[in-house]
């Protein structure tokens, strides 16, 4: 199968005045059409940096990307969901989901608009929340409308930056659960960075694992486990604290 | 629907009763002093009130002079936010233009903007021109300084977000800068209205102007008619807070999302 998402040694340094900063180096990934992929490592490594490059609000020094072209008019190849909602607070949610589709860069006609946001909403459980202001809807929900702004522009991947993180567990479980549901539904891959070993063994096909500054790839674990998983189960448990450990660098007992 | 709770009505009980005392010791006051010279009564004050659509000292009504001024102001105003805004965007979106023309603007910005009477009424000649200019330039830089702000203070990652949507330049600003720094635009546009008023009032007293509530006032002054600048005093302040409260109302109209994002 083709890789959807080729990242070929993508390479960053920060650089100010007075010092270097080494975030990557050299860091290879493949992602395939509808996987599910965690990217985990040890805070401050540069997982946020890769995907932010990935959707080009940062230029890597040295590397390639290769990422499959958008089938269909009016859909990127990459879309984000940030650790914060940003939604626009001065939007309803209906337009906060459209907004993209509504750019120069999309030219997605207005039916087709009202088609893709309809769906959209029913996807993620927000029809009757759509003439509703940001404002008035609880964090999990506004976690939501900014997945369903992003997966309307039709992404090939859809990057998700500790979506989840700022949420209390039950809605977490919830949101973990839809994205599974969103790329089964629309066939989306996904690319997920997470500091959670259970939220990564939970819904991750292969977790990534980076090393500590400057990031490498260190090491990658596949999760054959059948979904719904339990987290209960000895081989989750099993595959979680294997995680953990490569996260935090400890050798296995 | 408004719903007014017991605690508005006793708000605004408590704000007139602090409004009833002060015209309470006024009347004494003037009572006492009997001399219409140094404080005029209230009822010769409310007589001029009550008769607004009447010439007053051989001149325009109050309501005329009201209307004089009203119409410099919106007009000073208008021109001030058409250029504010846009440069204040401009400075506020590119650190490039903030460079270049932050040093004047800090310089120009403390200048009252009645010494540039001189200067206006060399450019413009005396009357409603003059003073328009006047107000342009005491309207000017609120406005300006808080469209600089309100762009300043658009979260980094709105932008994000359009970008990441592959807005184009003027799609971010139009979608983004825009409508995030609207509410701070509008304190601005609220606050430089304020100015503005008090811009007219005293542009109007300086020689040649013929029309105005600030006209009316210093006529009366040199005709010893204390009553009339009393009453001039209070249309002024019943303008300004009908104003405030417009700029009040549509902001919690509009920007009822501003500190709850």
């Known amino acids: 199968m083709e890789p959807v998402l080729t990242l070929n040694t993508i390479t ?21 059409p509808r996987e599910i992929l965690c990217i ?30 958008g089938t269909m008019a009016g859909s990127l190849s990459v879309a984000m969901v940030f650790q914060d909602p940003a939604l626009f607070p001065w939007l309803s949610i209906y337009e906060n989901i459209v907004y993209g589709l509504r750019l ?5 006609p207005e039916d087709e608009v009202n088609e893709r946001a309809a769906a959209l909403l029913a996807l993620t459980h927000l029809d009757s929340f759509a003439h509703s202001y940001p404002h008035q809807l609880s964090g999990g929900m506004q976690q939501r409308v900014a997945v369903a702004r992003a997966l309307a522009v039709t992404p090939q991947v859809l990057l998700m930056d500790e979506p989840f993180s700022a949420l209390d567990t039950f809605t ?29 063994v939970y819904i991750a096909d292969r977790i990534i694992i980076l090393s500590e500054r400057p990031a490498v790839v260190s090491e990658v674990l596949p999760v054959d486990l059948p979904h719904p998983r339990d987290p209960a189960g000895p081989e989750f448990i099993r595959i979680r604290e294997l995680v953990t450990r490569r996260v935090l660098g400890k050798p296995d007992p | 629907m408004v719903l007014i709770s017991k605690q508005d009505i006793l708000n605004y009980g408590k704000g007139l009763a602090v409004i009833v005392l002060i015209l309470l010791i006024w009347e004494v006051a003037a009572l006492v002093i009997q001399n219409n010279y140094i404080l005029p009564t209230l009822g010769a004050i409310f007589t001029v009130l009550l008769h607004p659509f ?11 002079n009201m209307l004089q001024s009203l119409k410099e102001v919106l007009l000073g105003f208008f021109c001030a936010a058409v250029l504010a805004i846009p ?15 932050n040093p004047v603007i800090q310089i120009l910005r403390p200048v009252p903007p009645i010494a540039w009477m001189p200067f206006a009424i060399a450019w413009f000649g005396i009357g409603i021109n003059s003073v328009v200019f006047i107000i342009i330039m005491g309207a000017f830089f609120p406005i300006l300084i808080n469209t600089v702000d309100g762009v300043q203070g658009v979260r980094r990652r709105w932008t994000e977000v359009a970008m990441m949507l592959h807005a184009t330049p003027f799609e971010q600003v139009r979608t983004v800068v825009v409508p995030g720094a609207l509410p701070v635009i509008w304190t601005g546009l609220r ?11 005293a542009a109007e007293m300086l020689p040649g102007t013929s029309a105005g509530l600030g ?39 509009f920007f009822s999302w501003q500190g709850r994002e």
């Open chain 1, 12 to 32: 960053k340094t920060f650089r100010d005045s007075e010092q270097n900063c080494p975030a990557l180096a050299g860091v290879s990934i493949d992602a395939y």
């Open chain 1, 40 to 69: 985990m490592g040890p805070s401050g490594c540069g997982k946020s940096t890769l995907l932010r490059i990935i959707d080009g609000l940062e230029q890597a020094d040295a590397g390639t990307i290769q990422i499959a072209q």
């Open chain 1, 104 to 108: 120069t860069a999309q030219k997605v």
């Open chain 1, 172 to 200: 977490r479980r919830e949101l973990e659960d839809e994205v599974i549901r969103i790329r089964d539904g629309m066939k989306t891959t996904i690319i997920m960075v997470t500091h959670n070993p259970e939220e990564a």
């Open chain 2, 54 to 64: 009447a010439p007053v000292l051989g001149g325009e009504s109050l309501i005329a």
């Open chain 2, 87 to 101: 440069i204040g965007l401009w400075i506020g979106w590119s650190t490039e233009a903030r460079a270049y023309f």
């Open chain 2, 191 to 201: 606050v430089s209205f304020g100015v503005a008023w008090m811009c007219v009032v």
């Open chain 2, 215 to 253: 006209f009316l006032i210093m006529y009366a002054y040199n005709l010893g008619q204390l009553q009339v600048i009393g009453a001039g005093m209070i249309i002024i302040g019943l303008i300004g807070l009908c104003a405030d409260t417009v700029f009040r109302a549509g902001r919690s109209r």
